[in-house]
């Protein structure tokens, strides 16, 4: 796989930004559901709903052993969901809290409401 370039990262910066702007205004799951299937390939999607995956399952609390073998991905790629999912900031981890059962919800800042 190609290794994307500090360059081409700059350069695509705006667009990014721009696409996520878009596909916060579509006020739903099925017309998100319907952009990602346009725009990404079916492998794509696959890899994006494993990660999604990934992460709801740490939140569980399965081994990163446990799910890198259930979803037959590498613990490079496990380690990467793990530390979003320890990070106190992390979106991806609030919204799978939210979405796949646990109890954190975050507050308008992405934190954590609960007091510690």
């Known amino acids: 796989m190609r290794k994307t370039t500090t ?20 006020g739903s799951g099925i017309m998100v559901e319907r952009l990602l299937r346009e725009l990404c390939t079916p492998t794509e999607c696959v890899d994006m709903a494993k990660r999604w995956r990934l992460v ?20 490079c790629k496990i380690t990467r969901g793990a ?22 919800r975050p507050n308008a800042h992405g934190r954590d409401s609960r007091k510690s």
Do not use: M, W
């Open 83 to 104: 530390r979003y999912v320890k990070a106190p900031d992390s979106t991806l981890a609030s919204l799978a809290r939210i979405h796949q059962g646990g109890r954190r």
């Open 56 to 75: 709801g399952e740490l939140i569980r609390g399965k081994t990163q052993r446990a799910v890198a073998s259930e979803l037959g991905l590498s613990l």
């Open 7 to 26: 360059e081409e990262i700059e350069i695509n910066a705006e667009a990014f930004a721009e696409l996520c702007g878009a596909i916060a205004t579509l």
